[in-house]
Every structure is written in C-alpha cells, then in structure tokens.
C-alpha cells in the first residue's frame, strides 16, 4: 500500500507493531495513563527498561507513538491517528470481501433457483 501522506503511517507497520503483546500493553498503559516514561513503564512490566525502549521504537516508527523530553527524561505518549487510519483501511476491506461474498451468494443461489 502506497502512503497518500507523507506523515502518514501504512496500515501494514502499525499492524506489525501491534502484533507484539508487549507492545499493545505498552501502547494500552500510555493510552490509559496520558504518557510515561521508559522507566516507568519498565516497572510494571516483566521486561528491562532497555526492551521497553526497543518496543518504544517500534512504535514510534509505526507513528503510535511521540515522544517528548520533559527535563532530563523523555515521555512518551500515544497517538490513535494511525490506529484510526488503520482501523478505516481494513473496514473497507471487510466491505469489498462483504460485498464479494454476496455476489458469490446471489450467483450460487441463482444457479441452484428453479
């Protein structure tokens, strides 16, 4: 899929960043806490600070992810647009394979009719 937006992020890199269960609790604690640090999330997760970092980066690469310095340390906060965006692109596959599999129905029944 070819981005219609440079700052937009393809629905197949915020798929492969969600793919991780770390990655979506990491994404979760953000979304649900406004922002953290690496630190802090290290804390209540069974990773190192340093995997949490990695994952960070994931995320930020896929665009779910911002990250701000706050003094000496840096937070992170989530970003839902390209979940959203994401969230549209495969609504509107599963109405062209919706609509395909009608075709494919109104055909078979058609051809099985009296």
Sequence with gaps: MTR????????????????????????????????????????RL?????AVAKHLAVLGQAGLVRAHRAGREVRYEADPQPLRRTTRWMDTLANQWEHRL????????GATGP
């Design 4 to 43: 219609t937006d440079e700052n937009e992020q393809d629905p197949e890199d915020v798929l492969a960043a969600l793919a991780d269960p770390i990655r979506r609790e990491i994404l979760a604690v953000l979304a649900r806490e406004g922002g953290a640090t690496s630190t802090s999330l290290a804390a």
């Design 46 to 50: 069974p990773i190192t600070r340093q």
């Design 102 to 109: 009608n075709t494919i129905k109104n055909l078979a029944e």
